[in-house]
């Protein structure tokens, strides 16, 4: 059982190719968060050994959906609000051996469970850490980020760091690379063209030797949609 989730503003042609995947969860605009990130995934939910943690504001009919299909979910205590650092207990980046988010900030019940597990806690300063980072293959990230940059070093993971900009975000100067796609398999999917970015040749170059393929949106402008997550689970 695949679920994918995803921002109801994703261009249409991705959503449509997606749901030959799996099934498709679009998340709506949230009244707790900026009009223009209040309905993306990664600050609604983070993935991690099967669990799906959901903030507080996602709407019935998704948390009752996920039950329904004997998913372990978890609501968050904290309630999500637009304001900084409240926008962004679940915007965190998990890995096999690894874990990058501001421990101060990261929503108590996911805190408790990465705690209990081997992963080295990277504690960044970057609250958001999904958005300016996109993970490849458990092995990689690709961010403009410079603190997350530095904060890798200590680890066996692989950074690329790129230009920042050339992804659009509405009512913002930009968005984050982290925020226009997700992996599937060994696919990373991009909401939009990756060739509208500068630096598209060395991120396909990157994306290229761990092993993984790209769908992209052709002729699109890359868009910001908060991420795609999916939940890889067992058929019930």
Request: charged share 20%; glycine share 6%.
């Amino acid at each position: 059982m695949r679920l994918i989730f995803i921002a109801d503003n994703a261009y249409p042609s991705l959503k449509k190719h997606l749901q030959t995947l799996g099934e498709v969860i679009e998340i709506p605009k949230s009244n707790h968060l900026y009009p223009s990130v209040a309905n993306h995934v990664d600050l609604h939910i983070h993935i991690v050994d099967q669990i799906i943690f959901l903030s507080r504001t996602i709407p019935d009919a998704i948390y009752n959906r996920l039950n329904t299909l004997g998913i372990d979910v978890c609501k968050i205590d904290e309630v999500l609000e637009a304001v900084y650092p409240k926008s962004a207990y679940l915007n965190a980046l998990s890995f096999t051996d690894y874990f990058l988010h501001p421990r101060s900030i990261t929503a108590h019940k996911l805190k408790k469970h990465i705690d209990a597990t081997s992963r080295q806690w990277i504690d960044i300063k970057q609250g958001y850490t999904r958005c300016v980072a996109l993970p490849v293959a458990d092995q990689g990230l690709i961010t403009t980020d410079d603190g997350i940059i530095n904060a890798c070093k200590s680890t066996s993971l692989e950074v690329l760091k790129i230009q920042p900009g050339f992804v659009r975000l509405e009512h913002h100067d930009y968005g984050f690379i982290g925020g226009t796609a997700g992996q599937i398999q060994d696919t990373l999917y991009f909401n939009g063209d990756l060739t509208t970015h500068p630096d598209h040749h060395t991120i396909k170059a990157f994306i290229q030797k761990h092993d993984c393929h790209i769908f992209q949106v052709d002729g699109m402008p890359l868009l910001d949609i908060g991420s795609i997550l999916v939940y890889e689970g067992d058929y019930l």
